[in-house]
């Protein structure tokens, strides 16, 4: 085998071709890296192959009177000019790759096309002998007739040439395009790939993208805009709803501070006013579950100050009751007491107050009585690596300290005021016997804290650190 190839070096020269086709297949496309090298190594050993018997690819190939012979060196020949421009093409694109992303691949293409024009150039000037200017005549007549008749085919190519230098959206980003919204998921020759929020794809041309009016959620980057507007009463007072709303506003862990939240009268009228909360996020994935969050926190809050939602139907006639009685009626865990049980529940309870920065239970402390707050924004917050982190925020309706109530222990976290805030206290002695005899309240109140303990383990545990990959372009760019 080894005296074939030395005797026919060209069968030699097309062993490497196949054998550069069939390794590039082979190797997947995690070791792009190896795929590269790979690549380099057999141009560079196709290359020292055929100059070692003579055939230089800038003159016609030898052996005019061996027709096969001469047939072969000339396939070679021009297999050499398409072998380095691909060669140089995957350079280039891993270049780019590195400098401006998968965004910059309309335009790697683009420059591959032109590299492989000017080899096929090259390859009928030098090796089939051509005149080059009769045939890039020829070529430009056809060119203007491919041209008219792809004309809306070359507007979306240029268009995307434009989108691409112009920047106004990458991959990833959450953009509308005429009203279109969505997840951009792909820049090709012809079209804008959409990812919509219903997890549909929508494809528009690159030339009416270019045209259109373009509204990118995700600039200034990881910030994105939500609202929530609040119907009420044209009869409640503008600064307690206001209050309520800024307490309910303080309660969303998620909205950012910078730019900071706000609370706006949007609209008022004779039949009611609307008020919106507006601020933004750090994901466009948390949009929907904070505009949800917001929108309940807003209820509770306005609850708490005696404010409640704008309705087609007037509740002034239903009875009120008092705000210790309301709380008991609206607690998921207290709910299904019967109606004289809350009477007597709500008489046992006493109010009390906290500064905001005040700790209401601290952390360790195994509590002797139950909070329910009745107004006001609650900061949960852990130790991990010895660093404070707020892990959570609550509002009206919640408890604090069912943990020293039902099993003498404490939770490993600080409660303290973030507003000012207003909870009322049940005494354990009060409160113990009714779990014994109440196995549903109990465990609703077990259920809470097997929550709680869950997800103080989960934010507290220590997460393994992946190491970065290295890989022979890296440790090649770190030396240059």
Known sequence: MLSLLTEHPLFCALILILLDLGLWRLISSRGSEWKLLVRVLIFALFSIVLFNEGLNPMEPAPWADNVPLHLAATGLQIGWWLFGARTLTVLIGAVMMQRVGHTGRLLQDLLGAVIFLIAIIAALAYVLDLPVKGVLA??????????????????????????NTTKPYQLDDWISIDGTEGRVTDIDWRATRLQTSQGSMAVIPNSLAAKAK???????????????????????????????????????????????????????AS????????????????????????????????????????????????????????????????????????????????????????????????????????????????????????????????????????????LPADFSAKTFCALYRIEKSYLKPCLDARHDIHDAMQALLDFRLHKAQSLTEETPVIAPKRGFLQWLRNRV
């Open 214 to 268: 373009i509204i990118n959620f995700s600039r200034p980057s990881n910030m994105f805009g939500v609202s929530v507007s609040v119907p009420v009463s044209p009869h409640a007072r503008p600064s307690s709803v206001i209050e309520a709303l800024e307490r309910a506003m303080q309660g969303c862990r998620q909205l950012l501070d910078t730019p900071a939240p706000s609370v706006s009268l949007k609209s008022s």
């Open 138 to 163: 020829t070529s430009g007549a056809l060119a203007i007739i491919v041209g008219l008749a792809l004309q809306s085919t070359l507007s979306d190519v240029f268009s995307g040439i434009v989108l």
């Open 271 to 410: 039949g009611g006013a609307e008020y919106e909360i507006s601020g933004f996020v750090a994901s466009m994935g948390e949009k929907r579950v904070v505009r949800n969050q917001l929108f309940d926190l807003a209820y509770r809050h306005l609850q708490a100050s005696g404010v409640n939602l704008l309705s087609s139907n007037e509740t002034s006639a239903v009875p009120q009751l008092s705000r210790p009685r309301s709380l008991l009626e609206s607690s998921p865990i207290f709910s299904t007491l019967r109606e004289e049980e809350k009477d007597t529940f709500s008489q046992n309870m006493t109010l009390q107050t906290f500064r905001a920065g005040e700790t209401i239970l601290a952390g360790g402390e195994v509590s002797d009585h139950l909070f329910i707050i009745e107004s006001g924004v609650v900061s949960v917050t852990l130790k991990r690596h010895g660093a404070p982190l707020e892990s959570g925020r609550m509002g009206p309706g919640e408890v604090i300290g069912e943990a020293g109530i039902l099993s003498d222990t404490a």
